[in-house]
Every structure is written in C-alpha cells, then in structure tokens.
C-alpha cells in the first residue's frame, strides 16, 4: 500500500497544486475583475486600482495563483503567495482576535501555509517547470543523441 501512494505522490502535488493555484487565482480574478462575486465587501464590484494593501494583494493573488496553477516558476511563485498571505493574516485579521476562526483569517492562514508547502514540494508531475526543464539544451542534446539513426 505504501509503495502506491509513494508512487502516486508526484501526481497528488501535482493535483494539489492546481487546485490551490486555481481557488488563489479566482480570488485575484474577483478582486480585480468584478467576477465571481467581486472583491469582499464591495457587492460585487472591484478594488480601486493601485489602493494598498488590496488592489496590490489581488494582483499577487492572480498572478502567484496562475504561475502555481501552471506548474511555471512554482517554487518563488508560492513562496510570494504564501508571503502576502501571511502579511494579510497579520496586518488584516489578527488585530481583531488571536484565532483565524475568531478574527475571519481562515482564508489567509490556509493558503499561507499551502503555498508554503509547495515552496519545498515544487510542482510535482504535470507542471510546465519540468516540462520546460526537459527541453534545456543538454537535455535537448541527449535526447538527439539517444535517437537512432537513420539513412
């Protein structure tokens, strides 16, 4: 059973890692687009553009979520991710109470800590990092020269 799941971890990141990147990359969406119910608090509508510290977390949030979604640039795109969260967690939440169920932060602590662990698991399988790191020059080369030759 074990020797299964190890197998399969690659693709459980993997799975993982779209999931999270796709939810980050909607709340983005919604905060600057008007989408999916729009920002918080604003019935529906977008942050005004250039407005600190919203208008510059959903940007993040777009960007960081379509990178981790992708599988490109994973690791420093979830590690900015994980780093605005825990910055909205404190500067935002936890002024109002010491517990993320108390102060409304369960959002911000949840994808701080997901985009943490994808710091150090990378993207896992299906992710465009390893396919474009297979396509490097050496790589490249191997791959011609592993191939039969023909006349």
């Given at each position: 059973?074990?020797?299964?799941l190890n197998s399969a971890q690659p693709y459980a990141i993997a799975l993982f ?98 985009m943490l662990l994808l710091v150090f698991t990378g993207s896992g399988a299906l ?25």
């Amino acid at each position: 059973m074990t020797g299964r799941l190890n197998s399969a971890q690659p693709y459980a990141i993997a799975l993982f890692r779209i999931v999270v990147g796709l939810l980050f990359a909607a709340h983005g969406a919604a905060s600057l687009f008007g989408v999916l119910g729009g920002a918080a608090g604003t019935d529906g509508g977008t942050l005004t553009a250039g407005t600190w510290p919203g208008w510059y977390a959903a940007v993040i949030q777009l960007v960081a979520g379509a990178l981790v979604l992708l599988g490109l640039g994973t690791r420093a795109a979830a590690f900015i991710a994980s780093g605005s969260m825990a910055f909205a967690y404190f500067d935002v939440h936890q002024s109002a109470a010491l517990w993320p169920i108390q102060n409304g932060g369960e959002l911000s602590a949840l994808f701080c800590w997901a985009m943490l662990l994808l710091v150090f698991t990378g993207s896992g399988a299906l992710g465009l990092d390893r396919l474009l790191g297979a396509r490097t020059p050496a790589a490249v080369e191997d791959q011609r020269a592993s191939e039969p030759v023909t006349a």
